[in-house]
């Protein structure tokens, strides 16, 4: 019930509204006189001077339905000047819901009763919220809410007495007969303005009614549709008939689904296969604001809960943008409200009305609900507020429209006040517009008229920018016309100008566009969409450097599409991703197969920030918890993983593309987002193993990254090597489940289980290629490794080689105190003293062995050339393992490359080499990061796409490839002297 703070009609000392003539004046007064006759207070107040005299004399003028209700029932009048209006409100409203209860426990009122008890208690809250909205003693927001709890109280109220009428009838057995709606199963939702709290002065009310089958009180399941089609056609009477009491509340029950071919009730499962197989986004759209307020409430909340994945999908939808601007378009073609004019404007479905500000945000909602959990809320001014607050939209924006629909609320609540009609059009002749004008307090119809057109422009631009993007055939630049079979010589010069070498062919393309040949343009619908956005698609590739072959790449990205009215929508509404969709075309086809493959990756682009915001642990970790959060089982869980995993690898690489962030800020991005997946992984993998076969007694899982992973510098492109640690109480010889396993089976069991989580092939893709062969004795030995078997194996078997990874192991996740095991572990194996010249001899050995079985394709693999990032990897490794022999303290296990490097570095090697080798390992990573993101395979600079070879010279700052390829050779050169040189074999001071 809406928040009562204690004030009363007395509280009145200004009065801001004034009568339209001086004959409602009359009027007024008069009715107040008759009141006064029966009345001592109402006839002290007419003797006085007091504001609240003027105050009602003003709205009973100005409203002549006001004025019919106190002349009728001045007993509410005089109810008003003895109570506050939040207890007057509180008192009817109590009423209202308690109007089904009869005199005799268990039996059921004639409908004539209840209705007559409902319109009373309308009539009496509608006469009270109007003054007190009138009086300006309530707002916009107190209005709307005391409306709808009534509202509320009344369908809850009506839904009772049917329920137990019929079950008197025999029809229902239900639960508790003193509380009808109880476990009954029977759903009803307030939708629109009613499931918002939001409801207008003299609003019709929206509800959608489903029944549980499987809730017990029906007596006879077959019976069912008819008795519920029965009741609610009575529901529907109950609430709207007008009698000589007025009514309650005109019904729609239209929102159903399929309304032209359903009951007006359907059992829930019927609902939920309908919404979950043909739902349309105007439906999702109407779900937004939907609120259990009647019936069985517990079944509403559990059906909405069920219904979220259809409302807010877990891809971003961009389509329901022009779906909804669609729905717009024709309420303007049917309602005939294009231009903005004050007399005959529809408040609500016009130009700048209130429909437009609710599109605005529920069109967000829509768009990114299904990933941010907080922009669900159902009321509007909340809505503006949470979509600031998130980013998506500026807070002079939430501000203005704020304003704006309250503003627009507060005119249509004046125009309903008028004579009690839901009608949401201003007056056409000025003494009537003068009318609505006083009612606002406003000095005349001019300064309304001012007012009103500030805020509906103002609506209509903030809509504009959302909706308003239509592209034309025509440009400034030329023609562009792709009808019929032959070209167009106006439109070939026009494509020439835009950059095109190869007119003909693009004009062809485009050609092909529009014959649907595609299954992404196979549609009507696609094919207009894209038509809107070929000019600027084709003035953005033109800018591009070799325009021609980007097109070719968005033609063959088009053609691969299962659909493509998502992405044109998304472009159409997002010109700004044009350019970058250009970039992605011309520089990274390995990007460009990922959108075609699975188009959602694109979603969180329009995540505000995106480009600002570093993509940190701390910034990953929330959106996969919130995301991966909602599955409810399982292989859902899994398959999340792998959605919001493609999605932020992508938007990690998006950054790089742009520059947003450098190679080695990717690198660590990258490393995290796997780190928080694997955790993820692992633990829905142990609740699946546990749901099996239990819990081990004692059993304790950590998991290490090694190599790149353990370092924080995975590529786009990287697997991950992982090891499996595990401990138990060894007297426990099996786990405590249904199907107990023995410690070895029962660990092997959940390492393979988290592999195949993290590498076998869905729908979804996989989440990553997992190497295991860096545990102890590799392919030979166990997948799962106990942690006493680990250690004794790095004390007493373990290679050089096997310690030199283990200077990049680093504890991912897990158990607590086995991490800490783990990593004293590490520390002791890295802190022993070595046998420098045995280690320098077997490092050499390695790399040698590299050089003969892997040797490098040419100057551009990074990784295996000499003095290339092995190269510096194998000094930073090597280093870590002489230190201790050196007196030097090395860093702990899992330290990032370059970290180590100038860590170990600084007592260990010349500076100048040090120098070196820091700076080319950052151009390397650089380059290896972009080139891994881009494409698949080796960099060849006389295949790669134009943009590529662009961005790896920009990456180390160099104007073209001549100037990079002769550094990369230079910095090659010096870091294998590096390696092989005498800077390594003694301690520089």
Known sequence: ??????????????????????????????????????????????????????????????????????????????ALLSEALPAFLKHRIEAARASWWGDAPGAALPDAEIMTRLRRAKREVAFAVALADLSRLFGGRETTRWLSDFAEAAVSAAIDHLLLGAHESGKFVLKDSSAPSTASGVVVLGMGKLGAGELNYSSDIDLVVFYDPQSGIIANRDDAPETFARLLRRLIRILQERTGDGYVFRTDLRLRPDPGSTPLAIPVEAAMLYYESRGQNWERAAFIKARPIAGDLEAGERFLKELTPFVFRKYLDYAAIADIHSIKRQIHAHKGHGEIAVKGHNIKLGRGGIREIEFFVQTQQLIAGG????????????????????????????EELTDAYWFLRDVEHRIQMVHDEQTHLLPETEPELRRVAYMLGFEDTASFSDALSRVLRAVERRYAQLFEQEAKLSTETGNLVFTGQQDDPDTLETLKKLGFQRPSDIANIIRTWHYGRYRATQSVEARERLTELTPELLRVFGESRRADEAFLRFDHFLSGLPAGIQLFSLLGNNPGLLSLIVNIMSSAPRLADIIAAKPHVFDGMLEPGLLAELPTRDYLAPRIATFVGAGRHYEEVLDRLRIIAAEQRFLIGIRLLTGAITGLQAGRALTDLADLIIAAALDAVLEEVRSAHGRFPGGRVAIVGMGKLGSHELTAGSDIDLILLYDYDDEVLESDGAKPLDPV??????????????????????????????????????????????????????????????????????????????????????????????????????????????PPKDIWDFKLIPGGLVDIEFIAQYLALIAPARGVTSPPAGTHTLEALKALGAGMMNANDLDTAAEALVLFSELSQLVRLCIDGDFDPKEAPAGLVDLVCRAGDYPDLTHLEADIRRFSKAVRRIFQGSSLQRKRT
Not at 375 to 389: G, I, K, N, S, V
Not at 811 to 823: K, M, P, Q, R, T
Not at 832 to 839: H, P, V
């Open 1 to 78: 019930m809406a928040e009562a703070i204690e004030r009363s009609l007395s509280d009145i000392d200004v009065v801001a509204i004034r009568p339209a003539s001086q004959a409602d004046a009359k009027a007024a007064l008069s009715v107040l006189k008759d009141a006064a006759k029966s009345s001592e207070q109402i006839a002290k107040l007419i003797a006085s001077d007091a504001p609240l005299k003027d105050f009602f004399v003003a709205a009973f003028a100005l409203s002549p339905f006001l004025r019919d209700t106190a002349r009728s029932h001045p007993a509410i009048l005089e």
């Open 745 to 854: 089976r029962y660990f092997t069991r959940v390492t393979q289980r988290l592999i195949a989580a993290l590498s076998a092939p869905t729908a979804e893709g996989i989440l990553y290629d997992v190497d295991m062969r860096l545990r102890p004795s590799g392919n030979k030995g166990p997948v799962a490794t106990r942690i006493t078997a680990f250690a004794k194996y790095q004390r007493t078997e373990a290679w050089t080689w096997e310690h030199l990874a283990l200077t990049r192991a680093r504890c991912i996740c897990g158990d607590e105190s086995l991490v800490g095991e783990a990593e004293a572990i590490f520390a002791e194996i890295l802190t022993e003293k070595r046998d420098i010249a045995k280690i320098r001899k077997d490092v050499e050995e390695m790399r040698g062995l590299i050089d003969k079985e892997k």
């Open 371 to 398: 990933r941010t959990p907080a922009l669900r809320l159902r009321e509007t001014e909340a809505m503006l507020r949470m979509l600031a607050e998130s980013g998506w939209i500026d807070a002079a924006t939430a």
